[in-house]
């Protein structure tokens, strides 16, 4: 029976912050390693065994990765990074205070940019501090300057057809650290979610989720490692 377990990686500093982030790249705090050591122990204990990895290119993701596999004594797997699997693009929000952006604009128009299905926040300005122009990791890859929750899964859902899906139809135990909107794509896609009810999911950080899958990768369970 395969096994997918989605972990969105551990507290950032700037969800520490309070600090919209999406592309931009940053580091976990302090509760974050704290975060990736604790779903590594939990998986250990409870038996979970990984043959295929995959994140993102952002070190958050890469790195609560690592401290997981530390926990669980196999840093040897093999590990597929790919922006794909990057968190959505906040656009002109990147950076900025999440409170201090619905004290300016209003709470109804913040919660639009973070929680409609289709609508991206405003873009991100060319002379933005928060570009990635000249980042090493995105050469050649047409960077997104905003996306909404429906731009992300077009992205993330053709990279796991194409380089998960064949993994656990191969019967492979594959894990997945990522973030809170390339999870969610993979969420809706897997849990057949509608359009409405995705942008009100929420997936902590730090908890990994266990996906049971029969042989046609149909979902026979799904839950958080930590209830069972």
């Not at 704290?34 to 204990?45: C, N, V, W």
């Not at 501090?129 to 050649?140: E, S």
């Not at 047409?142 to 996306?147: A, I």
């Not at 409405?196 to 839950?223: F, H, K």
């Amino acid at each position: 029976m395969p096994t997918l377990v989605l972990l969105r990686h551990g507290q950032s500093q700037w969800n520490l912050e309070n600090r919209f982030t999406g592309w931009w790249d940053v580091d976990l705090s302090d509760q974050g390693i704290d975060e990736a050591r604790e779903a590594g122990r939990m998986l250990k204990s409870k038996g979970f065994e990984f043959d295929r990895c995959f994140t993102s290119l952002q070190t958050r993701a890469i790195r609560t990765l690592h401290l997981v596999l530390h926990e669980l004594g196999t840093l040897w797997l093999p590990v597929a990074k790919d922006w794909h699997l990057n968190e959505r693009h906040y656009g002109g929000l990147t950076g900025l205070n999440k409170q201090e952006m619905i004290d300016k604009v209003g709470a109804e128009q913040v919660l639009i940019w973070r929680r409609s299905f289709d609508i991206p926040p405003p873009p991100l300005d060319a002379d933005s501090p928060w570009q990635l122009a000249g980042d090493r990791r995105y050469v050649g890859i047409d960077v997104p300057d905003s996306e909404s929750l429906k731009d992300t899964i077009a992205r993330v859902l053709p990279y796991y057809e194409a380089e998960i899906v064949p993994a656990l139809l191969r019967g492979e135990r594959v894990i997945v650290s990522a973030h809170g909107n390339s999870l969610r794509a993979l969420e809706k896609h897997l849990s057949d979610i509608a359009d409405d009810d995705i942008v009100g999911l929420e997936i902590p950080t730090g908890q990994p989720i266990v996906y049971q899958l029969d042989d046609n990768l149909s979902v026979r369970d799904r839950y958080y490692a930590s209830e069972r």
